[in-house]
């Protein structure tokens, strides 16, 4: 079965440091990796997809299949940055996002 | 468009006691989901539905029920609420999740207590 695993459930930087999300999957075909965040007061919304190779709000990510990873990566990092983020694997069968635990990122002034 | 919209947004009910958590989107979405948040564990799915009047298992169904009269509404059931049904549950659309460039939309949550 497929499952989404992120390490860490709080990451506390200072601003302007580099950040790195962990994220570790398994699943056993062809994955479609996403980030989604939550803002303060906000609705979960998507951040970045794997297949788009895009960089948004400064966060990149790469899927390393070798490694089973998909770690966010953002290399000066926010306060606005400060969030809940969440790892989240879809699947072919249905189509069905399996999501991760979750990361509080805390930026810190 | 206001997207998703759930109600309650806060909610806290007796042991046995039975409620519907509403979930309406105005985005004309196909496919509707429930999903589950506690803490550190992330979101699980609860339900989903690919269409009106289809609807089907997600991993956490037990406790659980839905409907799907309609595309815009996709109310989840709580029928006997137990302490283990604690959680913020979160409703979410897309229209079509296999093509590439869908997303969900979320909607703002709805936190339940049962004591």
């Known amino acids: 079965a497929q499952r989404v695993t992120q390490p860490e459930k709080l990451l506390s930087v200072f601003k302007g440091a580099p950040v790195e999300l962990k994220c570790n999957y398994s699943?056993?075909?062809?994955?479609?990796l996403f980030w989604y965040v939550q803002y303060s007061r906000q609705r979960l919304q998507l951040l970045l997809r794997?297949?788009s190779r895009e960089s948004i709000k400064g966060f990149t990510a790469d899927l390393n299949k070798g490694e089973t990873s998909f770690h966010l990566k953002k290399p000066f990092a926010q306060e606005e940055d400060s969030a809940m983020y969440y790892c989240?694997?879809?699947?072919?069968?249905?189509?069905?996002?399996?999501f991760g635990g979750g990361t509080r990122l805390m930026v810190k002034p | 468009n206001a997207g998703v919209t759930q109600t309650p947004k806060f909610r806290i009910l007796k042991i046995g006691q039975s409620m519907t958590l509403q979930c309406t989107q105005d985005?004309?979405?196909?496919?509707m989901y429930w999903y589950r948040q506690d803490p550190g564990m992330g979101l699980k799915l609860i339900y989903y539905?690919?269409?009106?009047?289809?609807?089907d298992k997600g991993e956490v169904p037990n406790g659980y029920n839905v409907s799907r009269s309609t595309t815009e509404d996709f109310p989840l059931r709580l029928e006997l609420a137990a302490p283990s049904q604690t959680s913020v549950y979160f409703c979410?659309?897309?229209?079509?999740?296999?093509?590439?460039?869908?997303?969900?939309?979320f909607g703002s949550g709805t936190q339940l207590s049962v004591l």
């Open positions: 699943y056993s075909g062809s994955p479609e």
């Open positions: 985005m004309n979405h196909n496919y």
């Open positions: 794997h297949i």
């Open positions: 989240a694997l879809r699947t072919g069968a249905g189509n069905m996002l399996t």
């Open positions: 979410a659309s897309s229209y079509d999740p296999g093509q590439r460039n869908e997303k969900l939309f």
């Open positions: 539905s690919v269409g009106a009047g289809i609807t």
